[in-house]
């Protein structure tokens, strides 16, 4: 069974810190992976996607992928408290479904 | 462009009653998806429409049925609700490369 496997957290940094949040999945063939923000009582939003190794930088945002590893990662630089949300990382599984972490909790405090 | 709209955004249904959840999108996309999201399990695929004319089972497809109507509608049916199907259900809608855009969602409570 595919799996993509978060931290939970929550992950606390102060305002103007980075904020790295972490995913690992068990498919070695998953070609996509997507970064997702949900704030309480609001849908995903997807706000990153990366398909090949390496970084890709949107912004504040920096997604990171290391197929090797199977691990895909996002930085947030100079964290803000509106960025308080729960962080959900999901991976292409075949077809045109995804898989989806249970998401890692940031708070930013001011 | 208005995205993924649903309806309604709350429902409250009494344990065996049914009813149905609307979904369209206005992307021009081919495939469509039904989530439900409950605390502690994360975002679990009910059914999914890779296109028009086709649907597939997800993860948790038990109790449901779905129909899509048109490249642009997909709707979900609870046949006869139960209180393990309180949850908040999400339509998404994605194109070829797999990017996927959620609905605002639905708040379920069956009692």
């Known amino acids: 069974q595919k799996e993509v496997e978060q931290n939970s957290g929550p992950l606390s940094v102060p305002e103007g810190a980075i904020a790295s949040l972490n995913c690992t999945y068990s498919?070695?063939?998953?070609?996509?992976f997507f970064w997702y923000r949900q704030y309480s009582g609001k849908s995903p939003e997807l706000i990153m996607s990366?398909?090949?190794?390496g970084d890709k930088e949107d912004g504040r945002f920096t997604a990171q992928l290391n197929k090797a590893s199977q691990y895909v990662s996002l930085l947030i630089r100079d964290s803000q408290p509106s960025d308080s949300a729960t962080y959900l990382c999901?991976?292409?599984?075949?077809?045109?479904?995804?898989?989806f972490g249970k998401g890692t909790m940031l708070l930013v405090s001011p | 462009n208005a995205g993924v709209t649903q309806t309604p955004k709350f429902q409250v249904l009494k344990t065996g009653q049914s009813m149905t959840l609307q979904c369209a999108q206005d992307?021009?996309?081919?495939?469509m998806y039904w989530y439900r999201q409950d605390p502690g399990m994360g975002l679990r695929l009910i059914y999914y429409?890779?296109?028009?004319?086709?649907?597939d089972k997800g993860e948790v497809p038990n109790g449901y049925n779905v129909s899509r109507l048109n490249k642009r509608e997909f709707s979900l049916r609870l046949e006869s609700a139960a209180p393990s199907q309180t949850s908040v259900y999400f339509c998404?809608?994605?194109?070829?490369?797999?990017?996927?855009?959620f609905g605002p969602g639905t708040r379920l409570t069956v009692t």
């Open positions: 998404a809608s994605s194109g070829d490369i797999y990017e996927q855009y």
């Open positions: 498919d070695r063939g998953s070609q996509s």
């Open positions: 990366i398909y090949s190794n």
């Open positions: 999901a991976v292409n599984s075949g077809y045109s479904t995804l898989t």
């Open positions: 992307m021009n996309h081919n495939s």
């Open positions: 429409s890779a296109s028009e004319g086709t649907t």
